[in-house]
């Protein structure tokens, strides 16, 4: 994971195509931090970066959709524009995720997708489960599509530093 994340910030600008780090797998091993590594990296070289925490952040824009649908689609703009958008715990938590959150994870990764903008995703789901959470296998292929080169899945308990593992 480290390897790939380094290679990832090094090479930045001549990715082409498949220019997404999809970090997946067990929480406590390592992909918000590498994430966010890439993420400063890219920074301090002058890149705007947008940090999407999943569950914060669609707790945000549920409440600002309820105030204000114009608000909330200007953040969800903000998501699909920004040069570099860190998307962190992908669907955190949710077996089966709402609909309308569904589609709006696949309205701002389907724009980046198609406009080949760079994007990091960490996810504790692994490429099955992406498959899976659309119903059609759009939404998953996507994501792993652009980060065929850059794609690493950490499996078993041992991989949770913070039990204890390497």
Partial sequence: M???AKHYANNFGELGENN?????????CGKTHLSMAVANQLISKGLPVLYFPHVEGFSEIQSTFRKSEEDAEDRLREMRKVPLLVWDDLFKGL???RDWMVRMVFDVLNYRYLNLMPTIISSELVPAQLMAIDGSGGLGSRILERGKEHTVVASGIECNYR???N
């Fill in 2 to 4: 480290f390897m790939s």
């Fill in 95 to 97: 077996e089966r995720p």
């Fill in 20 to 28: 997404w780090l999809v970090l997946l797998g067990e929480p406590g």
């Fill in 163 to 165: 039990l204890g593992g």
